[in-house]
T-cell receptor, first 111, second 112 residues
Framework: RKEVEQDPGPFNVPEGATVAFNCTYS??????FFWYRQDCRKEPKLLMS???SGNEDGRFTAQLNRASQYISLLIRDSKLSDSATYLC????????????FGSGTQLTVLP | NAGVTQTPKFQVLKTGQSMTLQCAQD?????MYWYRQDPGMGLRLIYY???????DKGEVPNGYNVSRLNKREFSLRLESAAPSQTSVYFC???????????FGPGTRLLVL
């Protein structure tokens, strides 16, 4: 079983749609959680951190459920520029603050 | 600030050749990382350096060596390239208790 699992998609949605991505992680001792965005043939970039209380950044909402070891990302009012691969990322602790990456969910927003 | 830079951007090698991938960061970060990214597998950690003068193996270290030359630079060496090392290689850095990592633009390597 992968340590961080995501639905690979692809998700193809029309502009203005709401789309949700899910992610599960295997290590219950995991300490922090993130969503990164990766555009085609580019490097990953931090989209947002995920907090236990849930957090929102504009059209993006992230949720964490520690009991179920589940993370979600909700994108409202999708824009063409949201087309990218979304990586679920977990910090499982350790001295080097190593991150474990999911394989990503591909989103295409259609005009 | 350039952030994290990597050279070269692209490289084609023949099996058995060697090469060094270079990475530098100008954010004064202590920790640096090398990953490889293959289709459907996500990023996998090859080696990391928690601070200048230290290096440790990650998930997939076989076939690679690293050098933390100074605080800014962290290089990855392939001594004898194999087709299985065809991948996109990313360098990253982070600082302090914040595990957020900042990535370079990547090196696309093809081993024939």
């Amino acid at each position: 079983r992968k340590e961080v699992e995501q639905d690979p998609g692809p998700f193809n949605v029309p502009e203005g749609a709401t789309v949700a991505f899910n992610c599960t992680y295997s290590n219950s001792a995991s300490q922090s959680f993130f969503w990164y965005r990766q555009d085609c043939r580019k490097e990953p970039k931090l989209l947002m951190s995920v907090y236990s209380s849930g957090n929102e950044d504009g059209r993006f909402t992230a949720q964490l459920n520690r009991a179920s070891q589940y993370i979600s990302l909700l994108i409202r009012d999708s824009k063409l520029s949201d087309s990218a691969t979304y990586l679920c990322v977990v910090n499982m602790g350790g001295s080097a603050r190593q991150l474990t990456f999911g394989s990503g969910t591909q989103l295409t927003v259609l005009p | 600030n350039a952030g994290v830079t990597q050279t070269p951007k692209f490289q084609v090698l023949k099996t058995g050749q060697s090469m060094t991938l270079q990475c530098a960061q100008d954010m004064n970060h202590n920790s640096m990382y090398w990953y490889r990214q293959d289709p459907g597998m996500g990023l996998r950690l090859i080696y990391y350096s928690a601070s200048e003068g230290t290096t440790d193996k990650g998930e997939v270290p076989n076939g690679y060596n690293v050098s933390r030359l100074n605080k800014r630079e962290f290089s990855l060496r392939l001594e004898s390239a194999a087709p299985s090392q065809t991948s996109v290689y990313f360098c990253a850095s982070s600082e302090g208790p914040d595990p957020t990592q900042y990535f370079g633009p990547g090196t696309r390597l093809l081993v024939l």
